[in-house]
């Protein structure tokens, strides 16, 4: 049986430019599927700590000498050392709030597979109107048992944005433990914040204190006419080191 594929084109490099929250249900399904076979540049930094390595930064007496121990004490070879390369942690805080229902699950589904085996640390928590943390359910080898579970975790789904007090409550109960000066921080919302603009400047401005970076992943960035001239939007676009397309 032979198939002429000339005019036609394949659903995977269609759907590669498709906004999300103008797909049918087909495609949609068919896109979180790809989702999860996307990899994540998760970047990486130099640690304390050493490894041998062809080429490094400092000399390996130890193993120089171990190796010369083979050769009857000639020391044919320096060898050398680099500084270990470890992925940065990741703090997600993914908005479920009505407006971006449509992108939550998609990308929940895209961050579990791609961070799933991971060497890096990576705490992920959804916010609406409340903070919930979704950890627990990222720790499924599944993704779909994971989104099952973080579905059942999350009680505001589809409900407001109030991003400030969700990142007070992080600061009050976990927020030492999961910020750092390596920290890198997702914000994947679309800045329609219900919250007090105040509060929610104060609170960006702890955690960009406290992080390496805090980078905004807007699906409204679809829009090449798109201004953060909302409250919550221009707030979070003063704050973040950068605002980048989710859509």
Not at 20 to 36: K, N, Q
Not at 166 to 178: E, Y
């Amino acid at each position: 049986l032979r198939i002429d594929a000339v005019m036609t084109a394949s659903d995977a490099e269609r759907l590669r430019h498709a906004d999300f929250a103008a797909l049918d249900a087909a495609d949609y399904a068919l896109v979180e599927r790809l989702a999860r076979e996307v990899a994540l540049p998760v970047p990486h930094a130099a640690s304390r700590r050493h490894r041998p390595a062809a080429r490094g930064t400092r000399l390996h007496w130890t193993g120089s000498f171990r190796q010369a121990s083979r050769t009857g004490g000639e020391l044919l070879q320096l060898r050398q050392l680099a500084r270990r390369q470890h992925p940065l942690p990741l703090l997600v805080l993914a908005d479920v709030s009505g407006s971006m229902e449509r992108y939550a699950r998609l990308l929940l589904a895209f961050l579990h597979a791609a961070t799933r085996g991971a060497r890096g640390r990576c705490d992920v928590f959804a916010f609406g109107t409340r903070l919930t943390d979704l950890t627990p359910a990222f720790r499924q080898a599944d993704t779909d048992a994971m989104l099952a579970m973080a579905s059942q975790a999350i009680a505001d789904f589809g409900g407001g944005t109030r991003l400030g007090d969700s990142l007070a409550t992080l600061g009050q109960k976990d927020g030492r433990r999961l910020v750092g000066a390596r920290t890198v921080v997702l914000v994947i919302s679309d800045g329609l914040d219900t919250g007090e603009p105040d509060r929610l400047a104060r609170e960006l401005r702890w955690l960009g204190l406290h992080s390496g970076r805090l980078l905004w992943l807007n699906p409204l960035l679809r829009y090449s006419a798109y201004q953060p001239l909302a409250q919550g939007a221009a707030v979070l676009h003063r704050h973040a080191h950068a605002m980048l397309a989710v859509h």
